[in-house]
């Protein structure tokens, strides 16, 4: 940084000489940026012009900030407030609250003792009652590094009126889920969001979503959805995505879009397809993915009857110990997939976080039913039991080639499902998705750089004016004059992830600075400490 008199600028802050890529996919141009307070007053030849503080930016990329459309960073953004996961990947925007779950609409009730298990290990106790607004009244207070697009989440509401009861709502639940979108949406939230492969989204019919789904859209809301099955019922999950679309009269997003175990690959040729359709209808439809042919999830997910996950925690365990009903379980899952008899798929399902018993993160299930001389779902219903259903597994169940085909579809935004982190204390002892570290700086390195698979612009576009566009963001993800100074600067030859599965908590290479309204809040790849992002209200962004 170098420092220049001018007690008359019109700038605080110039960014010298960098390529822009202005973020809504058109040809970069060499200029330079003027900042003043939290806005770019002036992109071009400020050659004559000096600030206090100039960046010389020469042969570096010059973007909006990253906006990461898929987030749960709403369970961190309490106790990490400098999300430095995130802001060292260059994103300055997270959409939270996704896949049907909402940590400002928790209450300290039992029944959202699963939730509070996120944050009890951290410090953060639950004063929020339940209320978005106090909820970000409380990360006001304290701060946050990236600005923050709050959701609320049908599984959260659905726990709210309904605790894990797995029957549809009567008439008066219904008009009181509608009334919490209601509230919420006077709170500011954009999307209303589902997770229906998890329980309690998962007990709920297509029929009840559009009836809520009605309500988000009367409130100006889009729909964003963790389809029902990524893997043998993809299709169907698509279908049911885009019914809800038409029937509710709403915007849809599909999350984190993939396909799901090996005789499932190449269904999304097909789901794009339907897409594309859809939208050549009228239907407002797009999607997003994070950049790796893995994911990760709590391990009852997929694996479990929906039965079983009936009425929370406790009751899974019990179920779990009963020897009749563990046979049960057991026929019930084999008779679906009976493949998963033989070793080759346990192999692909790796613990991830197991904060019981740390010694069992890393291991396939595989390794750990040869350890125990068991089967491979006695050892997965072992471990739920072991740590009272609270652990998650990485499943390698994604091919390349759809990772690459969704990548590549301009309808796609770039969203990590990260819960930002920092390799610090307590939180670094978490097996995390390396997406948390990497998704944005691995699309530009491995996707664009390395295998030509996009154009920079194309993939700055999918991190910034097309997520902005699906928000109907108006003052961000273009880099524009009178827009927000939220800007990313990266080297485009360096640009790199280097989190891995085995070693997560490894920040990036290659991003060196990130302003948010102006301020740097990552110098040379290192956070400042400086927390100048917002909760973004819809009504006022
Ligand atoms: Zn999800
Ligand atoms: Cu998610």
Known sequence: ?????????????????????????????????GVRGERIVAIGDLSSASAPCVLEVAGLCVTPGFIDIHT????????????????????????????????????????????????????????WEGRLERFH?????????????PQVGHGTLRKRVMGMERRAPTAGESARMQELIEQ??????????????????????TEEIIALA???????????????????????AVEEALRIGWEAGIPVQLSHHK????????????????VEEARAQGLDVMLDQYPYDAYLTSLLTGILPDWVTEGGPDAVVERLQSPALREQIKREILARHPDWDAPAHWQRVVVATARNNRHLQGKSIWQLARERGCHPLDAVMDVLIEEHTFVSAARFTMSEEDVQTVLKHPLTSIGSDAISTAPLGKMSLDRVHPRTYGTFPRVLGRYVRELRLLSLAEAVHKMTGLPAHRLGLRERGVLREGAIADITVFHPLTVQDRSTFEEPHQLPMGIEYVLVAGRIALERGVPTGVLAGRVLRRQEA
């Open 184 to 205: 919420a949406a006077e709170d500011g939230v954009w999307g209303f969001s589902t997770g229906l492969e998890y329980a309690p989204g998962s007990y709920a019919s």
């Open 1 to 33: 940084m170098k420092e220049e008199r001018a007690p008359s600028s019109r700038f605080d802050l110039i960014l010298r000489g960098g390529t822009v890529f202005d973020g809504t996919g058109a040809e970069p141009f060499v200029a330079d940026v």
């Open 72 to 127: 749960h960073s709403d369970i961190s953004v309490l106790y990490n407030p400098q999300q430095t996961s995130a802001l060292a990947q260059g994103v300055t925007t997270q959409v939270v609250g996704n896949c049907g779950i909402t940590m400002g609409l928790i209450t300290e009730e039992p029944i959202f003792s699963y939730e509070r298990r996120w944050l009890a290990p951290h410090g953060v106790r639950v004063t």
């Open 137 to 149: 009244e409380r990360v006001l207070e304290q701060g946050v590094a990236t600005n923050i697009i």
């Open 214 to 236: 009605k309500t988000a859209a009367r409130c100006g809301l889009f729909y964003s959805t963790h389809l029902r099955d990524e893997g043998d019922h993809l299709v169907e």
């Open 259 to 274: 396909a799901d175990g090996e005789r499932n690959w190449g269904a999304v040729q097909k789901t794009l397809r339907m």
